[in-house]
Every structure is written in C-alpha cells, then in structure tokens.
C-alpha cells in the first residue's frame, strides 16, 4: 500500500494525477517542484526504500519515446520503447531496475498525452518501416493498471495505429482491463515467465507463475494476441527439467493461434549495474554464482548462454516453428 | 576515544539543552565529553549517543559531523533530529515524523527517513534563520532540521536519517510561552510515541547490519594473513560469496594453513565453482 505521495505541482491539476489521488485517499500528500529532488537523491537505501516505497507523480519534458537497444524485439525493421514510470512493484532479485535508479520509490509520469503525441511523431517519421513499441522495460505495464488506467489509455491509442506493433510486457495478472476491451489486433500481452520453482525464489512480491499461465491462456482464448518472455533465462541445479516443464505447461490448452512470439534471453548486466545489485544482496545466492566478466558485461559466459539457449530453442520447436520464437541478447 | 562503536545504534541531534534533558532523563545517559560547545551524552548498554548542537542549521551540520567524528559508527545506525517546533495549526504537543524538510534561505529539500505511517502522523517542515511568527504555510517551522539532513543521510543513508518534531507554539499559542517545564511535559507526553518509533527503528538497524555488515570472522582472518589493498577488497566480495554458500563453515582453519592471501582465495573461488553444476537458488 502506498503511504506517501509527492506530486509536482505544475500537475496537481491534471485528470491523471486526479484519478490516482483518487485511488489513494489515505496517503500522505506533499508537493515537490521537479521529481528529480526526490528521485536522484544520493544515500538513498535502495532496499529500505523498497519496502515502503512513496509515489512520486511527475510531468516528463523529453525522451518520451527511445529506440530500443539492439538484440532487443522481434523481427521489426525499428524497435522503440517507452516508460511512463520507473520502478516496478515487484522485486524480482534480476532486475536490472535496482541497478538503475538510486531510488525505489515509483516515479509515474502523468502526462500521457505527451507520450502519445510523440509515439505518432516517431511513427510518421518512420512511415514505411515496420515498427514495435514496447512498454515495460523500466516498470510492469499493468500491475498498475488500477491505480493509474495506463493499458487502457496506451491501448485506445494503438487501436488507431494498426500500422505499428506495441507489446505490453507484464507479469501482473490484472488483465481485467484487457478482458473488457475487444482484442486489438497490433497489441502484444507479453508476460514475462520463468519455472515456477525460480519464480518463488527470486520473483519476490510477482503473481505466482501459474497465476501469470492462467491469466495467458484466458487472455489468448478471448483472441488477444499473447507473448512469453523466458527472459531471464536462470541457471540452476535442474534447470532442463524445470524449463521444459514450463514450456510443457504453458503450452497445453493455449490457443497457439494467438501465441504471437515466444522469446528468450540470457541474465546479463553491464559490469556496473551487476555490482551494484549484488551488493544490495550479499545474502543472494544468484548473486554468489562464479558469473563470467567479459569486457564491460558480466553474464554466465558463452558456455552456460549457448546451452541454455539451444536447448530453450529446442523445447519451444516442439509446439511452434522457428518463425516465432525469438533470441533477446542485450 | 573508543573507534569502534558498533554498540551505539541511536545518533540524536538535539537543538536546545532543555530538549536534550528529557532525553538523558529517559535513556539515562551519561555526560562523555564537552568539548566546542557541543556536549556530548551517551549510554553504551542501550546504544544512544546524543549530542547538544545549539540553536542554528549550521550548528546542527556542525554538531552531527562532530559527534561522528567522535564515535564513527559507521552506516548501520541512526540518526535523529528531534526537538520543538512551531505549525500553524498544531496542536500543541503533537509529534510528528517529518518527511520533508525545506531550507528556507536556499530553498533545498530534503527527503528523510523511512515512513512510519502507523506510529506518527505525517508533516513538512521549513528549517529558517530566525524565530518564525507569521506561520504563512500549513508546516512545521524550526532552526535546524535542514543542516542536520544535509549531513546525517551521508553519514548512514537518507532511510536511516529521522527528523522528529513535537509542536510547541502555534499562530494561537505564541513560543514566548515556552518554557523549560513546558519542553520537558512535551517529551513527556510523547514518550510512548518516541519509544514505539525507536522499536520501529532498531529494527531496520539491526536488519541491516546482519545483512551488509562484515562477518566477524572476516576481520580475523584479514589481520592473520597479509593482504595488501586491492586483495582486502577482492577477499571482501569472495568472502561473502562464500559466507552465502557455505554459511555453516569456517574458514578461519583454512586460513591458518595457507600460504597467502591469493592461496586462501583462490581455495575459496574453487569452492564456489565446484557447486556452479548443481547451483542451488536457495
């Protein structure tokens, strides 16, 4: 529950920071001039912090919408992302999140229209490439969906641009907004999975995996396009055995029909962002694992990557062709 | 002069002596020194340290690097400023956990501590140069709170850092009717609050240190065999990684029978690697 909320004031008055106030009525409320006071603060406790994070509520002025980095995406010719927050309600141990900001606390951008205005600007800048958006690379697009209405409005968007892709990545199992929604032809549900023995250990505060399986197939049976995302891929003691079993489950009774993609991707960290978060977890064995230092990346290495990856590859043959499944090395 | 103080777990900076008696009374501290005219107060058995910085944000800045520097405690403690305040509204004698804390003169924020939403009610407050009458703003309003968080969360972290303060005068009740007695009624009545906060607090504290700090073992072995700088802070990150792995060991045997520092750890590195084929997440 979230006790504490700043607000910039130049948005105190728009309807989206209106409607989460709304949604929060005993929370503390203060005003802040800009979030960066708050948010890029030295000697915060990022692990304190993320225990009772605040919101901050924020207007953002540029770099609505990026190109995604490479070895990220499908088989789009451009890859584009977006963030109208940072910081995720869950704590997955991963997460490159932690690594990111020195804050936890969830910084949410309330001028949607401004994304929107930009994402259209990129598309016309772009006519004549097939292009994705992605949304959830710095947050979980939908786990706050009640509070802040974001899939619906983003969703609404898209609808009227079936020129473009956009892929919702998620774990959270509040699809009721999607459920509402007649399916959108161009919008990817992608969930982000891992074997539900992994998830227990390091998806600290995500929905349980078989939650997250359930809410694909219940998603893909009422014909929205869904996506998995066996990223990142978690090296340990059985990891054959618990992969398969994944795929094997998440694949009985799905309407393959409407599995737009099944990616997968090595757990890798820019050498900096991987020291960081280890040293927020002295007590994680993840973190304790002999990782391999290539250059400025820190990863399990070629041998243990090229491994799991074929043997990923080979598992999701079984159930859909090569056009499908898709390798994210970033 | 003690340099390692890993008993003390409450660093409070106090503004005005009257503030500081109520709390010497309640955690029975002990006068340690009185040096630069910031005396100094503390009880080891229940870990507080406390320090008198006078009226003044450069005082209190002043007064919590001294009283670091005069215990160095190092990150995993606390650090409170608590004292009287003026607020528009009031009442008189409520306590509440600042959250916010403006510097009136330079118009700098500061956004300490850990919400503790249950124990305390919520507020921001306006750290000024001089008494402030008028109240223009909903806050709180006192001398020292924003020289104390420009300092404090540096020492420890900014979650680690409490700024607590009971109201002592309004628009309605004028601060010349402040007394000694009256300070000391105010803490009174906020005793309970103050102890629950503390619990809340030492909690956190204690939480941190098991989990960051070095396991006592590690500093034995590092004095027993000769590590030269860079090998201090290599041991340190393979230590823990081993410590993880293997929490029902000691290596304190092992390091007696090696022949280097590298020796120890590089057994130690193939320790590691000889579990990576099974690993185990938990």
Excluded at chain 1, 264 to 269: E, M, N, V, W
Aim: aromatic fraction near 12%; charge should be neutral.
């Amino acid at each position: 529950m979230i006790e504490t909320v700043f607000v910039e004031s130049q948005i105190i008055d728009h309807p989206i920071t209106e409607r989460v106030l709304s949604c929060l009525p005993k929370a503390d409320l203060l005003n802040i001039n800009r979030y960066q006071e708050l948010f890029n603060k030295r000697q915060q406790n990022f692990r304190l912090q993320k225990e009772k994070p605040a919101l901050i509520l924020a207007k953002k002025h540029d770099n609505f919408v990026l190109p995604a980095p490479s070895g990220f995406g499908m088989d789009s010719q451009k890859n584009f992302y977006f963030s109208h927050m940072y910081n995720c309600i869950y704590d997955c141990r991963y997460c490159f999140l932690q690594g990111m900001y020195s804050s936890a606390n969830y910084l949410l951008f309330v001028n949607f229209e401004d994304f929107f205005r930009s994402i259209s600007e990129t598309i016309q800048n772009n006519a004549g490439s097939s292009l994705t958006f992605f949304s959830g690379y710095d947050c979980d697009s939908l786990a706050f969906e009640k509070i802040t209405s974001f899939a619906q409005h983003t969703l609404n968007f898209f609808k009227e641009h079936p020129e473009v892709e956009f892929e919702l990545r998620t774990k959270s199992v509040n699809i009721e907004t999607l459920l509402n929604l007649e399916p959108i032809s161009n919008c990817i549900v992608a969930f982000s999975l891992s074997p539900e023995s992994v998830a227990d250990v390091l998806d600290k505060k995500a929905p349980r995996v078989n939650k997250r399986i359930r809410a694909i197939k219940k998603l893909a049976k009422s014909g929205w396009l869904v996506g998995l995302r066996l990223d990142p891929l978690i090296f340990c003691k059985n990891w054959k055995g618990l992969y398969s079993e994944l795929i094997e489950e998440v694949m009985a009774d799905l309407e393959i029909r409407n599995l737009h993609s099944v990616s997968f991707g090595p757990l890798r960290y820019p050498k900096k962002m991987y020291n960081t978060i280890a040293a927020l977890y002295p007590d994680e064995k993840l973190f304790a694992f002999p990782m391999q230092t290539t250059g400025q990346l820190v990863s399990y290495g070629p041998e243990i990557e090229n491994e799991m990856a074929t043997y990923i590859q080979d598992e999701l043959k079984k159930y859909l062709g090569v056009d499908r499944i898709f390798q994210c090395l970033i | 002069m003690n340099n390692t103080n890993q008993e003390f777990k409450f660093f409070w900076v106090v503004a005005l002596r009257s503030e500081a008696n109520a709390l010497i009374k309640k955690f029975n501290l002990k006068s340690f020194s009185n040096h630069c005219n910031f005396p100094i107060y503390i009880n080891r058995k229940n870990g507080h340290a406390l320090v008198i910085s006078g009226v003044g944000s450069i005082k209190s800045a002043v007064a919590t690097m001294y009283l670091n520097k005069t215990f160095n405690p190092g990150q995993f403690v606390a650090w409170i400023n608590i004292g009287i305040a003026g607020h528009s509204q009031g009442p008189v004698g409520t306590l509440f956990q600042v959250i916010k804390v403006v510097n009136n003169d330079n118009g700098k924020s500061f956004f300490p501590g850990l919400r503790f939403s249950k124990l305390a009610k919520a507020a921001e407050l306006y750290t000024v140069s001089s008494p402030e009458n008028e109240f223009t703003l909903p806050v709180l309003y006192d001398m020292e709170a924003a020289g104390f968080c420009e300092i404090a969360p540096s020492l420890s972290c900014n979650e680690l850092t409490f700024v607590l303060k009971i109201v002592s005068d309004t628009s309605e009740q004028s601060q010349s009717l402040i007394t000694k007695k009256m300070i000391a009624d105010l803490f009174d009545k906020n005793s309970a609050m103050i102890d629950n906060l503390l619990q809340a607090v030492v909690k956190i504290v204690d939480r941190e240190r098991a989990r960051l700090g070095d396991p006592i073992e590690m500093d034995g072995i590092m004095c027993s065999l000769h590590f030269t700088e860079t090998n201090r802070l290599r041991f340190r990150k393979i230590y823990k990684k081993w410590w993880c792995l293997f929490p029902n060991k000691s290596l304190a045997d092992r390091a007696q029978k090696a022949s280097s520092a590298h020796d120890l750890m590089q057994s130690m590195e193939l320790d590691i690697a000889s579990e990576a084929q099974s690993w185990k997440l938990k």
